[in-house]
């Protein structure tokens, strides 16, 4: 957490909260989603301040007027993920790998990126819908097009330290383009009709 969020007075701490939760009424209305307007100068930062901000003030003394679920909705209505295509992430011909002392797995070659597979497992408690993420899955896929306009307009150093992380949303698939060296990310949105499909020819329904 943010330590200048534990440092300020109760009385502060509502007049910034009551401050962001107007930037997010803006952003999403008059304000034609523009990032300027935002406190945080960026939606993701923003959202991510504001939930510390009201995880920083005491239970019982949390106003009424802004309470976690509405920062939840805040986060679905306030996306500003890019939505690609499934020909920008590829995966025809990618092939998992596993990380085994005795793996004996294809090394990655140099048209391909390194990506995994987050997918969630639902349940059920206290009559709420639940979810945590089960093992990752790891593998290379060919570098698209698409890919490449990404990752170029984004690094600038070793091609080899890029990859892909493909995690599972309730309503989508975001799908997060990185850089390990320089700890650079983009993230993109895929409609999980178009994700399952390209899934589907790496890793076959059972």
């Known amino acids: 957490m943010e330590q200048k969020f534990l440092e300020m007075p109760l009385e502060a701490k509502y007049q910034l909260l009551g401050r962001m939760k107007s930037d997010c009424e803006y952003y999403l209305g008059a304000g034609n989603k523009q990032v300027s307007g935002l406190w945080g100068k960026s939606v993701d930062h923003h959202l991510k301040c504001i939930e510390e901000l009201l995880f920083s003030i005491p239970l019982e003394d949390r106003p009424e007027w802004l309470t976690y679920p509405e920062i939840e909705d805040f986060d679905k209505k306030m996306d500003h993920r890019t939505v690609i295509p499934a020909e920008t992430l590829g995966l025809s011909g990618a092939r ?111």
Not at 97 to 115: L, M
Not at 165 to 189: L, Q, T
């Open 96 to 206: 998992f790998i596993s990380f085994g002392y005795h793996s004996k797995d294809k090394p990655q070659q140099p048209d391909e990126v390194f990506f995994s597979v987050k997918r969630r497992i639902y349940g059920e408690a206290d009559g709420k819908k639940t979810f945590r993420y089960g093992l990752s899955e790891h593998g290379y896929a060919k570098i698209t097009s698409g890919m490449k306009k990404i990752f170029d307009t984004l690094f600038d150093g070793n091609p080899g330290n890029r990859s892909i992380e493909c995690i599972e949303w309730d309503d989508s698939w975001n799908i997060v383009f990185e850089d390990g060296i320089y700890i650079s990310s983009r993230m993109c949105r895929m409609e999980k009709s178009e994700f399952a499909e390209r899934y589907r020819t790496i890793r076959p329904a059972a």
